[in-house]
Nanobody
Framework: VQLQASGGGLVQAGGSLRLSCAVS????????IGWFRQAPGKEREGVSC????????HYADSVKGRFTMSRDNAKNTVYLQMNSLKPEDTAVYYC??????RGQGTQVTVSS
């Protein structure tokens, strides 16, 4: 059972990245999935989540209107499209199942 985030990198402010969370060992649509991030010296922050029931999404106020979360159950992958990135979005991003199982994260660095 595994969740693996990828797609991070270095981008200038205003740029975009798309993160992917590939899951294995379980059926993706049996679970709600969340994206979280943690910057150095800061507490972990919930970024977004997608419901297993109806694919509804919810976002932190800090990313609302800029980030879009989606899932492709056939590909066992969850995505986070991040647009209009800001330096304060710099963090390690990781995906987490609704029973708190999470995988390794991917680093996102936004330069000013």
């Amino acid at each position: 059972v595994q969740l693996q985030a990828s797609g991070g990198g270095l981008v200038q402010a205003g740029g975009s990245l798309r993160l992917s969370c590939a899951v294995s060992g379980f059926t993706l649509d049996d679970y709600s999935i969340g994206w979280f991030r943690q910057a150095p010296g800061k507490e972990r922050e919930g970024v977004s989540c997608i419901s297993r029931l109806d694919d509804s999404t919810h976002y932190a106020d800090s990313v609302k209107g800029r980030f879009t979360m989606s899932r492709d159950n056939a590909k066992n992958t969850v995505y986070l499209q991040m647009n209009s990135l800001k330096p304060e979005d710099t963090a390690v991003y990781y995906c987490q199942r609704d029973d708190n199982l999470r995988g390794q994260g991917t680093q996102v660095t936004v330069s000013s």
